[in-house]
């Protein structure tokens, strides 16, 4: 407490309000392939948020029998209960970007004639009519056959445009030129660019590469003087001397794209994770599938960029090969941490093997790369008019068209043991969690998890894994189910009884819970009836069952158990089937198809094999529950005294919470100790404060039994 030496008025401020925490009880995480997204472990990645059905998709793609297990089908089923997923993607090595090498050339350009060759005399009275009419044409410029602009565009200059300082001054003419010519290289068909560097300007197509060529029919008029332009090299030469009087009154000229080896040097696009997913292709239904890049032609130094989904632009970008705010490399980034794109990664590449350039220094490594290919020479600069050498050419950019990315590997093993290793995962190096591994993560607040779907390799070992994740971690109940066409009843209950060729123990932990026949489902992404895993109904209706009450009732029967979307169970079980399953040691959760009232979850066991309150799925998730908002509304009492007043604001905090819980009929009675005889001297001396927390689970109804008695006529039921 502060010390007080003077007179006055003080306040001080004392938080006292301490509340039990909120926490969410319906967060799943899954665990499992898919042929795109972010892998858990890779690049800093975690497991991921998904907060609805739209969103998987779009990150991770559509489900696909074609697809080992069924993760991303077991997710759009639960997200139609909750709206807090992790998903979980597992690959191994072979995981692989898909890619595309995007074009890159030059665009067609034409020197101009200067101040000189005009004839132009310096000062601004200077009445002459000596100018020049330049007819602009245009062949093919792309890969799609398409032209910049329909008709021949028509610009004349003459000394009314001008105000010449000197006859070398070739300033005024270079703005007379864009003047007439409507614009300067920013124009959407053809501009000027006039380099002051140089001191000449510079007739510019908009587009790039071999098959774009400008045509100029350039025609210099002087009524005084009926001498020409003379040019004998089409592609950017300067036009020399006029040619001598009564020569040909115009002179045509043409000029050709030049395309960049991309053996030699090409812009990479990667997709931003590895996966087939982002292959360009086309579906069974024809619709089109994965990502392309498509570039367009834009006036000046900028092209436009599509990234196309699915057939449709998702994202759309201007690029250039300048610094500054269009540059390449800072808008579409180079790696997943600078991506600006959802869908993409780019960088310069050169050579062969198209090792990655300097991502720090991209334009530097690309233009160096260019000058030592003799091709296109430098490209830096130079449509902003800074004076470096005269290059040829000097205005790049991507090529014009659609490129489709291709090569990407899902990284799915194909082999059993190393689909397990995929998905059992493990804490690499960097300290990154892969698999299963990645579900370790106090921050996720995973109540339920699972790994459902078929061909997920060795599932006695990954079923195993889960469960043990779930032991020590504390955080959530795993679930789980025997593989697909395991056989008759008594099959299924020896493989959970580990009396089977692919399980050898028995599952026993309150950690766990365990459903069986497998449902059969309509797939709206196959277009085929699929039979799905029981674990992700089972878990769609805790979700459920935590919506429309609390994790501590029980997520079976005809009031939260029902299931609408199965089209029929695997094995359709009678009253014996269901009796064999629920007792004897036997921890098996039955789907049940009931005649007219449909399917149903029909137990609510965990596979603890021990008769406790535990076996039982509501107490357990009530447990994960207690222990999680415990811990989230305690956590501040760390270092404070241990002593009585500490003590009773810990039962403070216990105990509304337990009261809460009594209310919304979890518990039946409970009690909180927390005070000399929980916090012996030792104890303290140890700095431990222990508290004592009894509580009573609400038991459910599992046997709703009616005895029915019969009596004579003269019995006396009132008595009874």
């Known amino acids: 407490m502060p010390t007080y030496v003077s007179p006055g008025v003080y306040v001080v401020e004392k938080d006292i309000s301490d509340y039990p925490a909120s926490v969410n009880s319906s967060v799943v995480g899954i665990v499992g392939f898919a042929d795109r997204g972010p892998v858990a472990g890779k690049d800093g990645k975690k497991a991921t948020l998904i907060t609805g059905a739209q969103a998987l998709v779009d990150l991770f793609g559509e489900p696909s029998e074609?697809?080992?297990?069924?993760?991303?089908?077991?997710?759009?089923?639960?997200?139609?209960?909750?709206?807090?997923?992790?998903?979980?993607?597992?690959?191994?090595?072979?995981?692989?970007?898909?890619?595309?090498?995007?074009?890159?050339?030059?665009?067609?350009?034409?020197?101009?004639?200067?101040?000189?060759?005009?004839?132009?005399?310096?000062?601004?009275?200077?009445?002459?009519?000596?100018?020049?009419?330049?007819t602009v044409s245009s062949t093919t410029v792309d890969n799609d056959g398409a032209a910049p602009f329909a008709s021949n565009k028509v610009f004349t200059i003459n000394k009314g445009n001008t105000s010449l300082a000197a006859a070398s001054d070739n300033y005024e003419v270079g703005l007379a030129y864009k003047k007439a010519i409507g614009g300067d290289l920013a124009s959407a068909d053809v501009g000027v660019f006039y380099d002051?560097?140089?001191?000449?300007?510079?007739?510019?197509?908009?587009?790039?590469?071999?098959?774009?060529?400008?045509?100029?029919?350039?025609?210099?008029?002087?009524?005084?003087?009926?001498?020409?332009?003379?040019?004998?090299?089409?592609?950017?030469?300067?036009?020399?001397?006029?040619?001598?009087?009564?020569?040909?009154?115009?002179?045509?000229?043409?000029?050709?794209?030049?395309?960049?080896?991309?053996?030699?040097?090409?812009?990479?696009?990667?997709?931003?994770?590895?996966?087939?997913?982002?292959?360009?292709?086309?579906?069974?239904?024809?619709?089109?599938?994965?990502?392309?890049?498509?570039?367009?032609?834009?006036?000046?130094?900028?092209?436009?960029?599509?990234?196309?989904?699915?057939?449709?632009?998702?994202?759309?970008?201007?690029?250039?090969?300048?610094?500054?705010?269009?540059?390449?490399?800072?808008?579409?980034?180079?790696?997943?941490?600078?991506?600006?794109?959802?869908?993409?990664?780019?960088?310069f590449v050169t050579g062969a093997a198209y090792g990655d350039l300097d991502a720090d220094d991209g334009l530097t490594s690309f233009t160096a790369q260019l000058t030592s290919l003799g091709t296109l020479g430098t490209v830096r600069g130079k449509y902003n008019g800074a004076a470096d050498a005269d290059v040829d050419p000097r205005f790049v950019k991507l090529i014009k068209g659609t490129y489709g990315l291709a090569g990407g590997d899902s990284g799915i093993p194909t082999a059993e043991s190393?689909?397990?290793?995929?998905?059992?995962?493990?804490?690499?190096?960097?300290?990154?969690?892969?698999?299963?591994?990645?579900?370790?993560?106090?921050?996720?607040?995973?109540?339920?998890?699972?790994?459902?779907?078929e061909g997920v390799g060795d599932i006695a070992?990954?079923?195993?894994?889960?469960?043990?994740?779930?032991?020590?971690?504390?955080?959530?109940?795993?679930?789980?189910?025997?593989?697909?066409?395991?056989?008759?009843?008594?099959?299924?209950?020896?493989?959970?009884?580990?009396?089977?060729?692919?399980?050898?123990?028995?599952?026993?932990?309150?950690?766990?819970?365990?459903?069986?026949?497998?449902?059969?489902?309509?797939?709206?992404?196959?277009?085929?009836?699929?039979?799905?895993?029981?674990?992700?109904?089972?878990?769609?209706?805790?979700?459920?069952t935590d919506s429309v009450s609390d994790p501590w009732f029980a997520p079976a029967g005809f009031v939260r158990g029902r299931l609408t979307k199965p089209l029929e169970t695997e094995v359709v079980l009678n009253q014996g089937d269901r009796d064999t399953m629920y007792s004897g040691g036997n921890v098996l959760?039955?789907?049940?198809?009931?005649?007219?009232?449909?399917?149903?979850?029909?137990?609510?066991?965990?596979?603890?094999?021990?008769?406790?309150?535990?076996?039982?799925?509501?107490?357990?998730?009530?447990?994960?529950?207690?222990?999680?908002?415990?811990?989230?509304?305690?956590?501040?009492?760390?270092?404070?005294?241990?002593?009585?007043?500490?003590?009773?604001?810990?039962?403070?905090?216990?105990?509304p919470l337990l009261d809460d819980i009594a209310r919304r009929r979890g518990i039946t009675e409970f009690k909180v100790v927390c005070d000399e005889t929980t916090n012996t001297p030792l104890r303290v001396d140890r700095n431990e404060m222990w508290t004592k927390v009894l509580i009573k689970p609400t038991k459910t109804a599992e046997m709703v039994i009616f005895e029915l008695n019969l009596t004579s006529q003269s019995a006396n039921l009132g008595s009874l």
């Open 66 to 134: 074609a697809i080992k297990g069924q993760a991303l089908e077991g997710a759009l089923e639960i997200l139609e209960t909750t709206n807090s997923l992790y998903f979980v993607r597992c690959a191994d090595d072979t995981a692989t970007e898909a890619s595309a090498i995007v074009s890159i050339g030059s665009c067609p350009a034409i020197k101009l004639p200067g101040a000189a060759k005009l004839g132009f005399s310096p000062g601004a009275t200077d009445a002459g009519t000596s100018g020049i009419t330049i």
């Open 196 to 347: 002051a560097g140089d001191d000449f300007a510079y007739l510019v197509l908009n587009a790039a590469g071999a098959n774009a060529v400008l045509t100029a029919e350039i025609d210099i008029f002087d009524p005084d003087d009926t001498t020409e332009v003379s040019a004998t090299a089409p592609h950017l030469d300067l036009i020399d001397d006029q040619g001598a009087a009564g020569g040909t009154p115009a002179k045509i000229i043409s000029a050709s794209g030049v395309t960049v080896s991309s053996a030699d040097v090409g812009y990479l696009v990667q997709s931003i994770y590895p996966g087939a997913g982002y292959n360009l292709g086309t579906k069974s239904n024809g619709d089109t599938s994965g990502v392309s890049f498509e570039v367009n032609n834009r006036g000046g130094k900028d092209f436009g960029i599509d990234v196309n989904d699915a057939g449709a632009a998702a994202e759309g970008f201007l690029g250039s090969f300048v610094s500054g705010a269009s540059y390449l490399e800072e808008t579409i980034g180079t790696s997943v941490a600078k991506a600006t794109s959802t869908l993409i990664t780019g960088s």
């Open 418 to 453: 190393d689909v397990a290793t995929a998905v059992i995962g493990q804490v690499e190096a960097d300290g990154g969690r892969t698999g299963i591994e990645a579900l370790d993560d106090d921050l996720l607040n995973i109540s339920l998890a699972l790994v459902p779907g």
């Open 461 to 544: 070992s990954i079923q195993n894994a889960l469960i043990t994740k779930a032991e020590t971690t504390q955080n959530f109940l795993a679930v789980l189910s025997p593989k697909y066409n395991i056989g008759r009843l008594q099959d299924a209950i020896d493989w959970s009884n580990g009396l089977s060729e692919t399980r050898t123990a028995a599952i026993n932990s309150s950690y766990a819970a365990l459903y069986w026949p497998w449902l059969k489902v309509f797939s709206v992404f196959d277009g085929k009836d699929r039979w799905y895993d029981p674990a992700i109904f089972a878990v769609r209706q805790m979700t459920y």
């Open 589 to 655: 959760n039955p789907m049940v198809n009931f005649p007219q009232r449909g399917i149903a979850v029909w137990g609510q066991r965990t596979t603890q094999r021990d008769p406790s309150a535990l076996d039982r799925i509501n107490v357990r998730r009530l447990m994960i529950y207690l222990r999680k908002v415990i811990l989230a509304s305690t956590q501040r009492l760390v270092f404070e005294p241990n002593d009585r007043f500490t003590w009773a604001r810990v039962e403070g905090l216990v105990n």
